[in-house]
């Protein structure tokens, strides 16, 4: 059980840092939610207990929070390659 609280606790934090590069603004009121009740270190079955969802539904907007941090880093990789240029 220690363990996979200790699991638990790590993939909280590694999905805080991941969303910490997105604007929260820019997210729905659902991505919020689940942002914030991730990162306090809930999990997908306790999230989804909460919001009145399944676990898998959450673990979908997770999924989808995590691709687009993906592409905001990208997209500010790009710009710092293209500034170098210049």
């Known amino acids: 059980m220690k363990a996979r609280a200790q699991s638990l606790k790590e993939n909280c934090a ?6 910490a590069r997105l604007d ?3 997210l729905t009121e659902r991505q919020r939610q689940v942002a914030e009740l991730r990162i306090a270190g ?3 079955q306790a999230i989804g207990k909460r ?9 979908q907007i997770e999924a989808r929070l995590r691709t687009r941090a993906r592409i905001v880093d990208r997209g500010i990789s790009m710009d710092h ?4 240029r210049n």
């Open 14 to 19: 590694k999905f805080s840092a991941i969303i």
């Open 24 to 26: 929260l603004h820019a």
């Open 42 to 44: 809930l999990s997908l």
């Open 51 to 59: 919001l009145g969802i399944s676990g898998e539904r959450v673990r």
């Open 81 to 84: 390659a293209h500034k170098a």
